[in-house]
């Protein structure tokens, strides 16, 4: 689990900086596009503004999640499980209650998003079970 959590948290950084800073690069528009992308057209007043605070949302769980992953500590581990469960809940209310995005691309997300939660916790459960 703790490979994956480093893994993801280094693409959530990726992409968080892709958006703020990097877009123009080709290969770092890419990692900026599939987040983007989730959104449906949408009229905001200004859409730049709000791409940039998805990336700090985004920057700020990938952080999580990569310092749960590199330090093997229970609290972190617990904090990294609630940033997947708090993504999966926000995206999901944010699809069905202001259909402000991609339903197709949200299911997929949230989905992995709550499996990934879910899998740090049973790993948790088990680690201190061995434990006692």
């Known amino acids: 689990m703790n490979i994956i959590l480093i893994i993801n948290g280094f693409y959530d950084i990726l992409c968080a900086f ?77 699809c069905i209650v202001n259909k402000s995005l991609n339903c197709d691309q949200i299911n997929f997300v949230s989905i992995l998003s709550l499996i990934i939660g879910l899998l740090i916790i049973y790993q948790i459960v088990v680690k201190t079970s061995i434990t006692l």
């Open 18 to 94: 892709s958006i703020l800073w990097f877009s123009n690069i080709p290969i770092l528009n890419f990692f900026s596009s599939l987040h983007i992308s989730m959104f449906q057209e949408y009229k905001y007043k200004d859409e730049l503004a709000i791409n940039r605070i998805m990336a700090y949302w985004i920057l700020t769980y990938g952080i999580v999640r990569l310092i749960a992953g590199i330090n093997n500590n229970l609290s972190l581990q617990y904090l990294a499980a609630i940033t997947y469960f708090i993504e999966a809940l926000c995206l999901k209310n944010e």
